[in-house]
């Protein structure tokens, strides 16, 4: 979905912006990419392990991972311990 805004910061290269438009867009459809897994993850429509590979913010989907996939939580950028 664009919008004036959307190009509006394209243009200008100022996509750090971005965050803010999608936040104010819901009303056009836009949400992240994050919120639209944890929908699908909730509804059944995905396995923990599938939203968790996929996600960007690995460390949101991590405490649903089963627990013999715990491990994978400390890998591909999981945020391990610390």
Do not use: C
Not at 67 to 72: C, G, N, Q, V
Request: no cysteine; charged share 25%.
């Amino acid at each position: 979905m664009s919008t004036p805004a959307v190009a509006s910061v394209i243009r200008e290269g100022a996509t750090q912006k971005m965050v803010d438009i999608i936040t104010g867009g819901s009303e056009h459809g836009m949400q992240f990419m994050d919120d639209a897994i944890w929908a699908k993850l909730i509804e059944g429509q995905i396995s923990p392990v599938e939203a968790y590979m996929k996600a960007i913010d690995k460390g949101r989907f991590k405490a649903m991972l089963p627990a013999e996939m715990a491990e994978l939580g400390n890998s591909a950028g999981g945020g391990g311990e610390e």
